[in-house]
């Protein structure tokens, strides 16, 4: 299938948000031989989680056929540029590509920062390389 074919998929899952009453977009993740290994639409509303992207439920999708986090030499095709959110979750899914139908237009980066605050960083850091230590 050529790239062309893989956005009318993911406007196919687009479509299926729409029809119940989310913002349309819509997600799909193929693997290197282009078989698809996720799908996913926007459930935002549908499951009052702010987390219900279609990127993010095509990731969750890939994750579980495929029994592995890890989607490395994968391909994400999707109807909208992800917002900052999703590309995090392509980024730690270890997605090598995305391909998208339009451009993001809301400008969410542009969005003053909620207040953050460093504490307790010694005893959090030690706890992330005591577990780590034993992995490695």
Known sequence: MEI???IH???IQAKKA????????GSVIVNKDKEIVGVGYNKTEKLSDPTAHAEIIAIKS??????????DGHTIFTTI?????CMGAIIEAR??????GSTNTKKKNERKLIKSQL???AECTNLLKE???DLR
């Open 4 to 6: 062309e074919n893989f």
């Open 9 to 11: 998929l993911a406007l």
């Open 18 to 25: 729409l029809h119940i009453g989310e913002v349309p977009i």
């Open 62 to 71: 890939a994750a579980k056929k495929l029994g592995d986090w890890r989607l």
């Open 81 to 85: 540029q992800p917002c900052e959110m």
């Open 95 to 100: 997605i090598e590509e995305v391909y998208y």
């Open 119 to 121: 504490i307790k960083d």
């Open 131 to 133: 577990f780590f230590k």
